[in-house]
């Protein structure tokens, strides 16, 4: 193999060997590793011009010792960057939770998975933490006592510190709040807090909240709690005996899915909780008489909450008991066909934009009905064995929504275990992702 030295700009490399047996691609490219300059860039001055990837090196007489100009330049070196690489963990924890895309977890302080549960369902509402956030220590309104004023300063403080967390927080303050204003749930067996109901501690929770948060005390633009869960229902009460019939209206800040045998879906659930019977006395007829009672949605929130009443009260054995049939429920609820004929008839035409807007997305030809400056509103659903949270797709930056009944599970708070006063509360938020992560 003959012996070449190549001049490449100031520089000389002598003694580099040429393996004849070899294509110039393979010389080339071992002065690219002396010179840094890329194969294709090199113009090597040979006998009879430049060296070809298919010369021949037969036709060149190379002789040892023979000098061989280059030409080319080289690659820019690659500087290290002026920043290292950060991992997640070893960012402030702000930063994690906000790379992370989801909340801290809450440490059960003994008996206290029915609070944890409630909170995590709650904070995923963003409307509830935006008005909570210009909730003032130390300004209460009127008609608000102390110890609501102070469970809602510590709801805003706890929602805070999962918001900036990555570790388990303790809801301690949190905790004493709520049993200062909620007694029972300071109830002790043994010396030991004992286990309470979920759906009770959410229902005292929003009825706090509806007070605190919707009194003088509140900025102007904080989201009225019935607003964001509150329903409107409308009653015809009617007594097939004496035939008297009446109408009632009354708001509710959850729906209720009532357990039966003949019941395998949250839909069947939903229409038996809506049509009930009720003993009272009849003007008519000077005694007791049995009444039905078919209530009809007629204003809906932007989230919705299901209840599944699978704790009742055993005669027989004077104690609650827990129904425990499987019931399916939906990633997405409908509750059109439970709503009153005005509710209805309001519900039409952001339907039917939202249908459009679904056709269009997979290119199917729609005929335009409705002006195109309707906003819609898509909501949530969420439903649980005990008691469940729902949130709608808002975005609080487009004004005047229009709520089209559909409803997009978020959140599910579930109890595990075949007992009413032991067992294990959990619940699921919908991440970023899309999934359904236990929080």
């Not at 280059?70 to 290292?84: C, L, N, R, S």
């Not at 609080?396 to 294990?424: E, F």
Request: net charge negative; aromatic share 8%.
């Amino acid at each position: 193999m003959p012996t070449v030295c190549i001049k490449w700009q100031k520089q000389v490399f002598p003694g580099i060997e040429i393996d004849t047996s070899q294509p110039p691609m393979v010389f080339k490219t071992q002065l690219y590793t002396l010179t840094g300059v890329p194969p294709e860039r090199q113009k090597i001055m040979v006998k009879g011009g430049i060296l070809k990837d298919d010369t021949d090196w037969s036709t060149l007489g190379l002789k040892d010792g023979q000098k061989l100009m280059m030409i080319g330049t080289a690659d820019e070196i690659v500087k290290a960057p002026e920043k290292g690489p950060v991992f997640v963990e070893d960012l402030p924890e702000e930063e994690q939770a906000a790379a992370l895309g989801h909340s801290a977890g809450l440490y059960n302080l003994g008996n206290t998975c029915y609070m944890n549960s409630t909170l995590q369902c709650l904070h995923s509402v963003p409307e509830l933490k935006s008005a909570l956030l210009s909730y003032s220590d130390n300004v209460r309104g009127n008609g608000v006592d102390q110890a609501s004023h102070s469970l809602t300063v510590a709801t805003r403080n706890t929602f805070g510190e999962l918001d900036q967390s990555v570790r388990p927080v303790a809801p301690l303050h949190f905790l004493q709040m709520l049993r200062k204003k909620y007694p029972q749930f300071a109830q002790q067996q043994n010396n030991v807090y004992m286990q309470q109901d979920a759906e009770e501690c959410w229902t005292q929770l929003i009825y706090t909240l509806s007070q605190t948060l919707t009194s003088e005390a509140s900025e102007p633009a904080a989201a009225q709690m019935k607003e964001l869960f509150g329903i409107d229902l409308v009653s015809r009460v009617h007594c097939a005996e004496s035939g008297e019939e009446s109408s009632e209206a009354e708001s509710v800040y959850s729906l209720k899915c009532h357990i039966s045998h003949d019941v395998n879906h949250l839909h069947e659930g939903l229409k038996h909780g809506l049509k009930t019977e009720l003993e009272k006395v009849s003007p008519s007829l000077g005694r007791t008489a049995i009444y039905t009672r078919e209530s009809r949605i007629n204003e809906l929130p932007r989230y919705l909450t299901v209840q599944f009443v699978r704790f009742f009260w055993k005669r027989e054995s004077n104690q609650k008991a827990k129904i425990l049939r499987k019931v399916d429920y939906p990633l997405e609820l409908d509750v059109y066909d439970f709503c009153s004929d005005e509710l209805k008839l309001k519900l039409q035409t952001p339907r039917q934009v939202l249908r459009d807007a679904e056709s269009a997305k997979f290119g199917l030809k729609v005929e335009v009905k409705t002006s195109s400056s309707q906003n819609i509103e898509g909501s949530l659903t969420s439903a649980g064995e005990s008691s469940s949270i729902d949130i709608d797709k808002a975005d609080s930056s487009v004004p005047k929504k229009q709520l089209t009944g559909i409803y997009d599970l978020i959140a599910v708070l579930t109890h595990k275990g075949r007992s009413a006063d032991s067992g294990h509360y959990v619940g699921w938020v919908k991440q970023d992702d899309g999934k359904m992560d236990r929080v």
